[in-house]
């Protein structure tokens, strides 16, 4: 985001108050993110968020590319969720097998994690990673099972787990 920082001009008081009103560059813990516009005093402007490249001057112009930042990402991000409904969409269609060693009863000696079901996933062509999987806990038994995945707050969607017995050798 080009921001131009003003050289050289003295920050004064904009309002009763005493704020200044600043564009904050980079995200700043208790005051705001990245983009927004704050008003602080002038000395907290002038000695600390100024110099440390964390706030620039809210002039027009800062203010302008701000505006056309946002909307280039907002482009951005609406195409990337365009493209994570397609992949939810294809994902949801296709049903995962996963072997694992189970007794006589199909209690499974060890269990199935999320790390599993993306690896199967991962196998089969779908970018899933095990953060997208939301299991509700541990598979521990034989049988089909509803997992839901979340690629976005947005975007998320099911796909059927079936865990099978392993071949024996």
């Known amino acids: 985001m080009p921001v131009k920082q003003r050289v050289g001009t003295r920050l004064r008081a904009q309002d009763r108050n005493g704020g200044v009103e600043l564009l904050l560059i980079e995200n700043v813990d208790h005051l705001g993110k990245q983009g927004e516009i704050v008003r602080v005093k002038p000395g907290f402007a ?6 440390m490249g964390l706030a620039a001057v809210a002039t027009d112009e800062n203010k302008r590319a701000v505006e056309e930042h946002r909307g280039r990402q907002a482009e951005v991000l609406e ?17 995962v097998t996963i072997e694992a060693n189970a ?8 269990s199935v ?7 199967s996933l991962k196998a089969a062509g779908f970018p899933v990673e095990a953060d997208h999987v939301k299991l509700e806990g541990a598979i521990k038994a034989l049988g089909m099972y509803t997992v839901r ?10 796909v059927k787990i079936w865990v099978v017995p392993a071949a024996s050798r």
């Open 46 to 51: 002038r000695n600390f968020l100024i110099p």
């Open 79 to 95: 195409k990337r969720k365009s493209a994570l409904k397609q992949m939810a969409a294809k994902v949801a269609e296709y049903s």
């Open 103 to 110: 007794n006589d009863e199909g209690v499974l000696y060890g």
């Open 113 to 119: 994690l999320e790390k599993d079901i993306a690896k």
């Open 149 to 158: 995945l979340e690629f976005h707050p947005e975007v998320s969607t099911e």
